[in-house]
């Protein structure tokens, strides 16, 4: 190797490496395709095509100018509280509900008419689906705290009833062209997801001691949990035709020893105990006697 070639092959590599960076970057553009395409292509069996489209930072009234009546306006949410929306013109929804439902987009496209609950009830699934993975996409990159998380929760009927939603912030807007069957129709598709403060990183929670298996906030939260304990005096055997004519102030006949042999249980069965049904400072009362006999003499002594 002489001199000469080592500064090639050297600027080469440097080359490749810039070109294996750019490859690992991902940028919201092109999660939003990448996702939008993975999604269409395991959930239908048209292909759609997403090319070219811009992204920026829009305030809401910016926003509610890039949308239209027609079409499909879909509310979204995460669990934060923060809320979202999806806009599919007229073109888009009615090819992809066509795809969904007959499995192909006609060449004639139908009358323009408002989106249905149930046009929004088919194409549901897969706005999650891309909305997931648009999310997942970004996941490991800095500014994409904002696009994860978000979730189909309603259709809205206008513009109108989204801005009564939307939050005074800006919005991270996508305007994207879609193209529906290799040209069969043409729509457009819009995103729009505010833009807030990072959240603060979570503190991670203190390692528990060795040995220990319930740390202090658990046992707290179990002791304060609610529970019911039945007394099960006895069980009877009816025919089922005398059990469907029992009425209020019908007599059932109980054993007499049902007082002493009185059964103690919780989460709808499991014994606890047996026990003798009684009164106690002129209030009904129970003797608890644990079951297990390990336990019996200690019990019998309390």
């Not at 740390?215 to 035709?241: F, K, N, Q, S």
Request: aromatic share 4%; net charge negative.
């Amino acid at each position: 190797m002489n001199a000469e070639a080592a500064p090639n092959i050297l600027r080469r590599k440097a080359s490749a490496g810039r070109k294996e960076l750019e490859l690992r970057v991902m940028t919201p553009m092109k999660a939003f395709r990448l996702a939008l395409e993975t999604a269409v292509s395991e959930g239908m069996t048209v292909p759609v095509g997403a090319t070219g489209g811009s992204r920026g930072v829009a305030e809401p009234e910016e926003v509610l100018e890039a949308l239209s009546d027609d079409g499909l306006i879909a509310l979204l949410a995460d669990s934060e509280g923060h809320y979202g929306a999806l806009w599919l013109d007229f073109a888009a929804l009615s090819a992809i509900v066509e795809a969904q439902t007959i499995g192909r987009i006609s060449a004639k496209a139908p009358d323009m008419r408002g989106a249905t609950a149930t046009d929004a009830a088919i194409i549901a699934p897969l706005l999650d689906d891309f909305l997931a993975k648009f999310g997942a996409h970004l996941a490991s990159e800095e500014e994409g705290y904002w696009a994860a998380g978000y979730l189909f929760v309603g259709r809205l009927p206008d513009r109108r009833a989204l801005g009564l939603v939307m939050a005074g912030m800006p919005h991270q807007l996508f305007q994207v062209p879609l193209d529906l069957g290799l040209g069969t129709r043409l729509g457009k598709i819009c995103l729009a997801l505010p833009v807030y403060e990072p959240p603060e990183p979570r503190a991670p929670a203190p390692a528990e001691p060795e040995g220990q298996l319930l740390g202090p906030i658990l046992c707290e939260r179990l002791m304060d949990m609610p529970t019911g304990i039945d007394a099960v005096l006895c069980r009877l055997e009816v025919p089922l035709g005398k059990f469907s004519r029992l009425r209020v102030g019908d007599i059932l006949q109980v054993p007499q020893d049902a007082l002493r042999r009185t059964r103690m249980k919780v989460f709808g069965g499991v014994p606890i105990a047996k026990g003798q049904l009684g009164q106690l400072n002129e209030q009904r009362a129970v003797r608890l006697v644990l079951q297990d006999e390990r336990y019996q003499s200690e019990a019998e002594l309390s």
